[in-house]
């Protein structure tokens, strides 16, 4: 059972951050049930080796994790395992993060918050410096694939205080964006942005 008094902030719209150590693990909350979460990893000893979504896939044979999967680097080698998902298990490893370009192209006049300025905030705010920026796992993102090739932009399917939990594999950094996209119904039809939660144990 989740310890509600431990519970760390994902910021509506923001990032953050935190290092792990091998073997502890890793439990991110959809608090409201619509919210997706960027996710990233990065082996704390080497920022430029990080949790690589492209990687994955080609171990895996398949474009989602599963529990019981493990999750690759870079370099090939396995930063986390997927040990537990109370979700339906709909997440994405496809669509890069948002970015002021993307939303630009939608039609946004100035700035917007963004999940690729959220992660590298998110560092700075722990002492570090981002040196490469992966493609996330995002997490509780619908992204279905039809006909095999069609990306379509869904709602999430799941329901407050769904999670997904991690086993770290090595002692790693990981980071977080509760993903400020208000101008497609990925965060819900509504497409009211929420915060989210983390626990590290």
């Not at 990032?15 to 959809?30: P, Y």
């Not at 999967?69 to 298990?89: A, C, F, H, Q, W």
């Not at 370009?101 to 963004?114: I, P, T």
Request: net charge negative; proline share 4%.
């Amino acid at each position: 059972m989740t310890n509600l008094q431990n519970l760390q902030l994902i910021p509506a719209r923001k990032g953050s951050a935190a290092r792990m150590k091998a073997g502890q693990t890793l439990q991110v909350i959809n608090t409201h049930g619509s919210q997706v979460v960027d996710f990233w990893a990065f082996n704390e000893a080497d920022l430029g080796e990080c949790m690589s979504m492209e990687h994955t896939r080609g171990m895996l044979c398949r474009i989602t994790p599963l529990v019981g999967d493990k999750l690759y680097t870079n370099k090939r080698r396995v930063i986390l395992s997927m040990i537990e998902d109370t979700s339906p298990g709909i997440h994405d490893t496809l669509i890069a993060s948002c970015d002021r370009y993307r939303y630009e192209q939608l039609g946004a006049k100035g700035f917007h918050d963004n999940c690729t300025d959220n992660l590298g905030h998110a560092l700075s705010a722990i002492g570090l410096q981002r040196i490469v920026h992966p493609a996330p796992f995002n997490l509780f993102m619908n992204i279905p694939v039809k006909n095999g090739i069609e990306l379509s932009f869904e709602a999430p399917l799941g329901k407050s205080g769904d999670s997904v939990s991690f086993r770290a594999e090595m002692d790693c950094v990981v980071a977080f964006s509760a993903c400020p996209q208000d101008m497609l119904p990925i965060n819900g039809a509504d497409c009211i942005i929420h915060d989210a939660h983390y626990l590290i144990m």
